[in-house]
């Protein structure tokens, strides 16, 4: 497949050759010689590495060996033909424009990225939603038919986008969570839901990939991906990737003093059950926060809760939830032996599962 701009042809003096085939002129790159033990001389191997221009005879269109034999040559940012469709597709562009503007993610990011990174950053963020796609090699085809944040909506080519994600730095992320999260409302109570999970990778040598605790076990490395959001509005506050080998118990302690750092004091957390452990429970309760945690699984625990209250609440209505077709009843008690405070325990009864169990 040959890439959509011009690069100058390769100066290798003895290793360049040009051939004619058909309308047109190939380019070819002689990156070893085997010696022919039978014929007693070398025979060269040579890879085609793009098609000369026919606007201009210096230059060439390269091909991705191209990028294999010449890894260090420079690559355009943009897209030498950069016509545009004669028919945009703006009805999602001036909805997405309208959301960024309204949460002021375009001046949060005006702090940390220059013009021109952060209009191609805004148009990779609306091509991955709209497109439901995050490939770079797909994107120039996506911005030729499409409006664009870019100044003078300027078409860059792949190798550009795949540039421009390597550069950004921990320090740029960092800092837009902290904006993002300094813009939010402290005062009013909020529920954070807080989950994560991990993805099989097979990318290579990345510090984040490591075997662990595969949700789905394919043998491969994997790394942790973990996001909170309000639970109000569903607004994301916050996300982490972290190390394959990092049970999410561990992880947990260290997002607790990130939330601290935000700033938040008047939250709650919501969580489930891969969370839980004394040390996570008391610095909760060192933070003033407050949480909700499934305790499905945890048997002795629950055994006991169910069996002391069985019989108790199943068909009072004073118990009936209406709105989730469920009883409950709420009962207090300590959630381990030397917890040094008192606990509510929501239990559930579904009338519905009952039934069709017998």
């Given amino acids: 497949m040959y890439l959509d701009f011009l690069v100058p042809i390769p100066n290798v003096k003895g290793k360049i050759t040009r051939k004619v085939k058909e309308n047109a002129t190939y380019v070819n790159y002689e990156y070893d010689r085997v010696y022919n033990a039978k014929k007693k001389f070398n025979v060269p191997k040579r890879a085609t590495i793009g098609k000369v221009s026919k606007a201009d005879p210096d230059m060439m269109q390269p091909n991705q060996n191209f990028l294999i034999y010449f890894p260090d040559a420079e690559l355009p940012d943009e897209k030498v033909d950069s016509k545009r469709s004669s028919c945009l597709k703006v009805g999602n562009y001036i909805v997405i424009k309208r959301i960024l503007d309204e949460y002021g993610i375009p001046a949060i990011l005006d702090n940390h990225f220059d013009k021109k990174d952060k209009g191609l950053l805004l148009d990779l963020i609306s091509y991955s939603l709209i497109s439901e796609n995050n490939a770079g090699q797909y994107y120039p085809d996506y911005a030729y038919n499409h409006p664009l944040f870019t100044e003078d909506m300027h078409i860059y080519s792949d190798s550009k986008v795949s540039d421009f994600l390597s550069s950004v730095t921990v320090e740029q992320s960092v800092g837009f969570l902290n904006d993002w999260n300094s813009g939010c409302d402290h005062r009013q109570k909020i529920y954070i839901s807080y989950d994560s999970t991990n993805?099989?990778?097979?990318?290579?040598?990345?510090?984040?990939?490591?075997?662990?605790?595969?949700?789905?076990?394919?043998?491969?490395?994997?790394?942790?991906?973990a996001i909170g959001y309000d639970t109000k509005n569903a607004n994301p506050l916050f996300y982490e990737a972290y190390e394959g080998?990092?049970?999410?118990?561990?992880?947990?302690?260290?997002?607790?003093?990130?939330?601290?750092?935000?700033?938040?004091?008047?939250?709650?957390?919501?969580?489930?059950?891969?969370?839980?452990?004394?040390?996570?429970?008391?610095?909760?309760?060192?933070?003033?926060?407050?949480?909700?945690?499934?305790?499905?699984?945890?048997?002795?625990?629950?055994?006991?809760?169910?069996?002391?209250?069985?019989?108790?609440?199943?068909?009072?209505?004073?118990?009936?939830?209406?709105?989730?077709?469920?009883?409950?009843?709420?009962?207090?008690?300590?959630?381990?032996?030397?917890?040094e405070n008192e606990r509510y325990f929501h239990i559930y009864h579904s009338t519905g599962k009952e039934h069709g169990e017998r």
């Fill in 199 to 225: 993805k099989n990778c097979r990318a290579g040598d990345l510090e984040l990939v490591e075997y662990g605790n595969a949700k789905v076990d394919t043998g491969n490395p994997i790394f942790n991906y």
């Fill in 245 to 339: 080998s990092i049970v999410d118990i561990s992880q947990f302690e260290y997002t607790l003093g990130k939330v601290k750092g935000y700033g938040y004091k008047n939250i709650g957390f919501i969580l489930n059950r891969g969370y839980f452990s004394k040390d996570n429970i008391r610095k909760m309760d060192s933070y003033g926060y407050d949480f909700v945690m499934m305790v499905k699984g945890m048997s002795a625990l629950v055994d006991e809760l169910v069996l002391t209250n069985r019989g108790s609440f199943e068909d009072d209505r004073n118990c009936n939830i209406r709105k989730h077709h469920v009883y409950g009843k709420t009962v207090k008690r300590r959630l381990y032996a030397d917890d």
